[in-house]
């Protein structure tokens, strides 16, 4: 099983950059794919971008396209996801979790961890 810790938040200005971190533990992590998710403050948790395993394919919500990027290093057990240009709307804890595509739809399988708080300033 794959333990991932999140890492990275911060506070940014309207248009700036922040890149977050996903650390794994665990000999299982090529074989995973990983996904980002955010909730903001009285809303629901939702999914962000995913990159498969091994190849590396990636997915994003239709909100951070183009401005978000999601990669894997699989020698540092680590997924990265760069977000770029970032918005008030952007504002939220960021979460990393094993996923699974089901249908069009990618889910969370483990168990959430502290994630790591995101704000952007107007």
């Known amino acids: 099983q794959v333990r991932l810790v999140e890492s990275g938040g911060g506070l940014v200005q309207s248009g700036g950059s922040l890149s977050l971190s996903c650390a794994a533990s665990?000999?299982?992590?090529?074989?995973?794919?990983v996904g980002w998710f955010r909730q903001a403050p009285g809303k629901e948790r939702e999914f962000v971008a995913a990159?498969?395993?091994?190849?590396?394919?990636?997915y994003y919500a239709d909100s951070v396209k183009g401005r978000f990027t999601i990669f894997r290093d699989n020698a540092k057990n680590t997924v990265y996801l760069q977000m770029m240009s970032l918005k008030p709307e952007d504002t939220a804890v960021y979460f990393c979790?094993?996923?699974?595509?089901?249908?069009?739809?990618?889910?969370?399988?483990?168990?959430w961890g502290q994630g790591t708080q995101v704000t952007v300033s107007s």
């Open positions: 665990g000999r299982t992590f090529r074989r995973t794919n």
């Open positions: 979790n094993e996923v699974l595509l089901r249908g069009s739809t990618w889910s969370a399988v483990a168990s």
């Open positions: 990159v498969t395993r091994n190849v590396g394919s990636t």
